[in-house]
């Protein structure tokens, strides 16, 4: 702990027996005293709050006796380009205060001093430059300037800046993630020129702050986007917000709230006040979500004024308090949006309006009284239920939507519907759901409509002929327990209710059990899965073999285990490859600390047998294979070919057992792998553990050593450093 932590610490424990101040650091980095009260606050998100808020560094305090003074500015010239700091004091704590002048940038000497607070208030500055160089910065100011931009980067490095005035600029962007890129506990962003806002520059989740004030933006009417797609669930925030004087749309808190219901909204925002002062309430749809809430934490998330406590819109609700719009549900029912902008028409002589009634938890779409043939494609979004009024068209064939599954009410009275679809069955199975299908058409129901409840569907009195076709109606809503307050009659049978006539239809044939489609189609498709099952295996068993060993669990080899770097596995008989590997490629190897291991240059005289070749492939850590024509034919060599055959599949079983940790088959004269072995090569070459030389796109120098990139030697020579 450095000095001035502990200084501040004990002169903390001196100030709080006389019950005033206590040591207090959000970050880890900020050395401040807060107010003792904050410390009584029940949890310590709100004492964190409260500190960021009431705070202060030592040298503002008086009683410290930590005092700070200003420095005295230079200037060289009347375009104030050439200026300079100067001080006769040798205070520990320096300040910068500029103000009303024609400064455009920071005097060259400003790295100096230890400045721990800048005011170039009304001035010329047009950007915010790094200034990292002041490791105590705790305050910036530079309000009424020409400034247009902020940057994530502008505050990189300054982890002890506490307090940012950027007010009365001209800022109209600035970068996602600004208030969680950086230490800052208090923004001040009013009356700048913002056109839109993003959820991440108003909120920071699970983080210390005090505020972030926008208040009186120049550009009245801002729209909040959520780039980032932040969800309150996420998190926990608990930050001071400012939006008077503005109309910000939507509100910040319902845009990220998701599908989290209202009342839960307290969990992730304990604290904390949102102010939205300057006007009446916009008693709209998303102004009603709170009401799920206590009146006081409303009060806290749309604050205003006592005498602005009304509503302000809609016409209905103008002038009325706060107070009993809250406590008469009549009127919370008339908190509606009208999403007219999102509201899709259906033709042209077909309008719809989108009602959102937050308070029913319904969105309302009204194509009712039209000429309407289908139903519109596509609904605002919503978390809530729909419901759907088609009521007086002439839609003939009821056709599913992607948004049926969010459907409570679908409204299909006075339409001649003569056909209802298959995927009727998207419709959610709830009880609660209503399909009112008066003065229907119908002679038959498709038989997905059976996954569904029949109570969901009102027939009227118009029935369906029952015969042998229709007979299954009747046992889906007698076997469902269809209540008999929403029927659907017989119209050959006096209107006599479907279910009660199941055993009245006579001369119907049982359906023939179908053993194609129900025993021997099944059986088939199964023997053809494990066909494919098996054929898929002996086709990429190799590829699995390698995906097994890259994912499971790796066994630690002991590097003093390996001797060599690498094996080499060539044709020696090859004069253009035995030159290849003992002239240019071996040296190469050498050269960046790899040794390699040449049978043909390294083994016995005699002892190139089968043992020698196990034993000696396991010195190493790697083996490189490389390939050339006739290498494994034995038609052409008589002995060396069961060789080199033998070192292809050792290498491949100490490798897939890790006891070699890299393979790099290599075709040296060929465009292809060779063919022994070659399923086996393909799937290292797919794993990146093959190499074509021909490919000229590609360096062979450069592959062998991405693959071959840990020398042993480089380890041992790590340990040895560390044991000295």
Known sequence: MDLTKTFLIILSQILLCEGSYRYWSPDG????????????????????????????????????????HQLDLEIFDVQFQRTKLFSDNNSTYFSFEFEAGKLEKFPKNYCEFNIVKIDVTSNKFREIVNLNCLLNLDTLIMAKNIITHLSNYSFVGMDKLRVLDLSFNRIQTMDLNILTSNGVLSYNFESNEFLDIDTSNIVAPNKTMCKVIYRNNKVQDIEVTNNLNYKLETGTICNDVDFSGMNTSPNVLIGAMGDIETNKILKHVP????MYRGSGFICDCEFVEFFALSFSDI??????SLSEYYCQTPISLFNISINVVYSDKNLIDQMTCDLKDLCHSIESVC???CISQPSQKRLIVDCSNQSCTDLPQKVPDTKHGITLKMNRNNVQSLNAKDYFHRITLLDLTENPVKIINSDIASLSNNPEVIVTLYDHELQTLPKSIQKLHPDMFRFGTNGIICDCENRWIGEWRKFKKAKKMYPLVCSNYNNALIEDMVSQIKGCKDEEF?????????????FMLMGFIVFYRQLFVYNILLLKRRFAKRKRQNPNFWEFDVYLSFDDDNDNVRVFVLQTLEPMLRKHNLRTYCPCRDDLIGSHTEENVISNIRKCKYVLIIQSNDMYNSDVRSSTFIIKRLEYKLAWHLFIDETIEKILVVSFDSPDFDKFQYKKSKALNRFAMGFIVTNRKLSFKQKLLDTFNKPISN????????RK
């Open 29 to 68: 980095v900020k050395d401040l005293l807060c107010q003792e009260y904050c410390f009584s606050e029940p949890t310590t998100i709100r004492t964190n709050h409260c500190c960021a808020c009431k705070a202060k560094p030592i040298w503002e305090l008086s009683f410290t006796n930590t005092s700070y």
């Open 271 to 274: 604290c904390g006040t949102y």
């Open 299 to 304: 009060n806290r998330l749309c604050n205003k």
């Open 351 to 353: 309008e719809c309006t």
């Open 514 to 526: 179908d053993y194609f489609s129900k025993i021997i189609f099944p059986i088939l498709l199964l």
């Open 715 to 722: 380890k041992r020579n790590n340990r040895k450093g560390r």
